[in-house]
T-cell receptor, first 111, second 114 residues
Framework: AQSVTQLGSHVSVSEGALVLLRCNYSSSVPPYLFWYVQYPNQGLQLLLKYTSAATLVKGINGFEAEFKKSETSFHLTKPSAHMSDAAEYFCAVRGSRQLTFGSGTQLTVLP | SQTIHQWPATLVQPVGSPLSLECTVE??????LYWYRQAAGRGLQLLFYSVGIGQISSEVPQNLSASRPQDRQFILSSKKLLLSDSGFYLC?????????????FGEGSWLTVV
């Protein structure tokens, strides 16, 4: 069975600071990993995905994530936080039928 | 391009009343379709999965049912709502047969059962 764990249900950063959202996965097969963002009262928007082509994946809105097999991690980063980045972020692993999501990390950006 | 529409956006229903949430996908054919639920303070849970018309898989036992009367239409229903059915419901789709199939989500429907 595949699963993901997101460390930290709430993360606060100052505007302009580095954003780091942590995700660790568990999978018996090479995983396909995704990050989604959810703004208040909206659906989920795909940020980026890892499909084994490259370990460093660039997504929308300046976000990127690095797949590290040795650490079973797929952390999401952004060099400089913007107020508009405040949202909930979900890491997910793709199984044969569905996505299995982490519990989410609420990102707050402080002025 | 493909788009997914889901309605109604918000719904307040009394306990024991029926439910119908509808979802349609445009710009693709024979998609995989999904219903997820996001309850307050909890993650996303897959409720139903469909690979074709009339083909529905239920992932968890519950008070809800799903139907796919047309290729790009997916309906979530209940005959009698429970308080515990409150939550944010998300319809989603992916291209069938593609690995990995990225799953794309609709805007969601807020259901409050009172």
């Amino acid at each position: 069975a595949q699963s993901v764990t997101q460390l930290g249900s709430h993360v606060s950063v100052s505007e302009g600071a580095l954003v780091l959202l942590r995700c660790n996965y568990s999978s018996s097969v090479p995983p396909y990993l995704f990050w989604y963002v959810q703004y208040p009262n909206q659906g989920l928007q795909l940020l980026l995905k890892y499909t084994s082509a490259a370990t460093l994946v660039k997504g929308i809105n300046g976000f990127e994530a690095e797949f590290k097999k040795s650490e079973t991690s797929f952390h999401l980063t952004k060099p400089s936080a913007h107020m508009s980045d405040a949202a909930e972020y979900f890491c997910a692993v793709r199984g044969s039928r569905q996505l299995t999501f982490g519990s989410g990390t609420q990102l707050t950006v402080l002025p | 391009s493909q788009t997914i529409h889901q309605w109604p956006a918000t719904l307040v229903q009394p306990v024991g009343s029926p439910l119908s949430l509808e979802c349609t996908v445009e710009g693709t054919s024979n998609p995989n379709l999904y219903w997820y639920r996001q309850a307050a303070g909890r993650g996303l849970q897959l409720l139903f999965y469909s690979v074709g018309i009339g083909q529905i898989s239920s992932e968890v036992p519950q008070n809800l049912s799903a139907s796919r009367p047309q290729d790009r239409q997916f309906i979530l229903s209940s005959k009698k709502l429970l308080l515990s059915d409150s939550g944010f419901y998300l319809c989603a789709w992916s291209v069938q047969g593609r690995t990995p199939g990225t799953i794309y989500f609709g805007e969601g429907s807020w259901l409050t059962v009172v």
